[in-house]
């Protein structure tokens, strides 16, 4: 099995076998498709690694990237075929980013009492040929949708540009354009002081508007879930749907396999009605009641069974609780409409593989229209309260 080192990824990281995961001015390594369309997950079956999490990439000059944008408080390691970018503030908050995938593998948080603490949930595991495999962490997944037959997906993340100081906060842009040139998508990256942001920008450059579906996943390290905690979800609308399962996503086996749960359906099922002209945003709202599932009466919510929910008008602030660590996190997010939250349930054993909350802010159960020669925002905001 090739060998990565974990400490650049995340100082907990869960290693269950081996794992790996790939990164890259803008500088252009072509690589193939990393991030496919998401799908929802079969609830009968086991969940094997994610093939995609082991594409082997050409190889990233770590040492040039090194010279063209150190400076700002930004680091840069070769691991193997993938580049790990590491920002440090001088307050002790660090987070790790991998090129070319743009997967977050760590966020080390300051606390209150001088130390640091890791909120990110990443496992290495081994994949197809020995080759490590990384999931869970932040990750991105979108696909963008037009009438005239597009349909495309950000893959590989070049380095575009590096901003910031130590002293105060640094951020990290990558881009990723169409083959065509019609749409660019760029993320940013921010680490502040007791902030980790993630922000997707989606430009549209062609003639027709885009729809847009997908999500930032991030898997938030917990106890165990019997002892989280949602707080302030109470009056949300809800869907109860299958997991999502992404390239990065990180499923038990045997989640679901109860009775009354939703059958496997991929994401271009799901949604492949949306491009047809009977199947206006009026209609898919008045659709929508109708799956209605229930509102969140809760505003304490218990995570510690299986869950797998889409809420809508959630508020765009929400905490989250492990009484176990005694940490917390304020997850919020602008641009987008959805919150994803997903519970593996408390079966499995504490501080463990399945010691996580998968949180994501969405545009699942309706697209986000891009319109001609016109930009969207999403973002997603990790806020550490306890320094």
Known sequence: MAAINTCLLSPNIISHSPISRSPSKSISILPPNLCSPLHYSSLTRNIPLPEVASISYPLIDAKYLESEFSGHGVTFTGVNDS????????????????????LITSYKAQMWHGGTIELLHTTVSEGRNGSPVIEGGVSLTCN??????????????????????????????????????????????????????????????????????????????????????AVGL???????????????????????????????????EIFS????????????????????????????????????????????NFVLIDRGRRNSVVVGRDGFKEVYLLSPGSRHESYGRYSYICVGQAALLQPIIVESQSEWKGKQSLHNPNM
């Open 83 to 102: 580049c790990v970018v590491r920002m440090a503030l001088e307050n002790g908050s660090i987070a790790n980013l991998m090129l070319p995938s743009g």
């Open 144 to 229: 963008c949708e037009n009438d005239e037959g597009l349909s495309w997906t950000p893959s590989s993340w070049d380095l575009h540009e590096v901003k910031g100081d130590p002293q105060g906060s640094i951020q990290v842009e990558l881009i990723c354009t169409g083959s065509d040139g019609k749409i660019e998508a760029k993320y940013m990256v921010t680490l502040q002081q007791d902030l980790l942001t993630s922000e997707i920008k989606i430009t549209n450059l062609g003639m027709a508007s885009l729809r847009m579906v997908g999500s930032v996943l991030s898997h938030l390290t917990v106890s165990t879930p019997e002892a989280s905690y």
């Open 234 to 268: 109470q009056g949300s609308d809800f869907f109860s749907k299958p997991p999502i399962l992404a390239n990065f996503s990180i499923l038990p086996p045997s989640f679901g396999k109860t009775k009354n749960q939703p059958s496997k359906k991929s994401f271009r």
């Open 273 to 316: 009605s949306w491009g047809t002209k009977n199947r206006s945003p009026e209609k898919f709202a008045r659709e929508a009641e109708k799956e209605l599932e229930g509102e969140e009466t809760d505003n304490y919510k218990h995570l510690t069974d299986e869950m797998s929910k889409i809420y809508r008008s959630a508020p765009r």
